[in-house]
């Protein structure tokens, strides 16, 4: 499965964008789907993920509320809508497929397949 994020881009403190996860290559329904981050000098974190039916989302408690996750499995793809953006969510954000079928789990080792990452980047 190839994965390919984009949305991102530069925005103020409080504004929204919703970054988009295009998949190509596989039964992009049959993946639990997830978003993940990398700030500077950081390790990469967990953001949300969601069931392989959309029925089913989990959140890092950082970004619940905020944050939402969505997917369009007639599109093959994954959206990740965040609202009220914070200088803190500065970040490179990557979207992964995880064929376990596990969702409520931070453990990025289920993510077997990654996209190239697009930049976030919050303003205050």
């Known amino acids: 499965v190839q994965l390919q994020a984009s949305g991102g881009g530069s925005v103020q403190a409080g504004d929204s964008l919703r970054l988009s996860c295009a998949a190509s290559?596989?039964?992009?329904?049959?993946?639990?789907m997830g978003w993940f981050r990398q700030g500077p000098g950081k390790e990469r974190e967990f953001a949300a993920s969601?069931?392989?039916?959309?029925?089913?989302?989990y959140y890092a408690d950082s970004m619940r509320g905020r944050f939402t996750i969505s997917r369009d499995n007639a599109k093959n793809t994954a959206y990740l809508q965040m609202n009220s953006l914070k200088p803190e969510d500065t970040a490179v954000y990557y979207c992964?497929?995880?064929?376990?079928?596990?969702?409520?789990?931070?453990?990025?080792?289920?993510?077997?397949?990654w996209g190239q990452g697009t930049q976030v980047t919050v303003s205050s």
């Open positions: 992964a497929a995880n064929p376990s079928g596990t969702v409520r789990s931070s453990d990025k080792r289920l993510y077997v397949y």
């Open positions: 290559g596989g039964t992009f329904s049959s993946y639990v």
């Open positions: 969601i069931s392989w039916s959309g029925t089913i989302t």
